[in-house]
């Protein structure tokens, strides 16, 4: 008979500090390294412990880092949870609205984060002159 695997109580609450450390208020982090390392951090662990009955533990650990990311983008920009609710759901592009939800929140911010950057790069693009190619 196959034996359950469970996740202990110190393995979260590492995990726990590592994002309240990467999250903290007075935190100067830069948003998208943070998200990176944040995002590195759940991936690894949840692939150390993918053979473990961790349903519950898991969703858990979601909400936890859901709403920890969000107290945070709150404090450092000063927002009601209104205009968070508002920042989230409207559209970025033309006719792409994206509901709030938790699952999609994280990657939501970053491909904020991200679009912004790419926009400054196509409009540095734009005003350097086209060299013609040589063939």
Known sequence: MA???VIADKPVQALKRKIKAL??????LDFKIALI???RILRGWANYFKHAVAKHT????????????IHWVMHRHRMKWKAVRRWL????????GRPLDSRGALL??????QGRSLL????SQARQPQLPSAR
């Open 3 to 5: 034996r359950l695997h």
């Open 108 to 113: 939501a911010i970053e491909q904020r984060i």
């Open 120 to 123: 400054r790069q196509q409009a």
């Open 23 to 28: 999250t903290q208020r007075l935190s100067h």
């Open 37 to 39: 390392r944040i995002n």
């Open 58 to 69: 898991m969703a858990r650990l979601h909400t936890f880092v859901w709403w920890r990311v």
């Open 89 to 96: 759901r409207t559209p970025h592009k033309p006719g792409h």
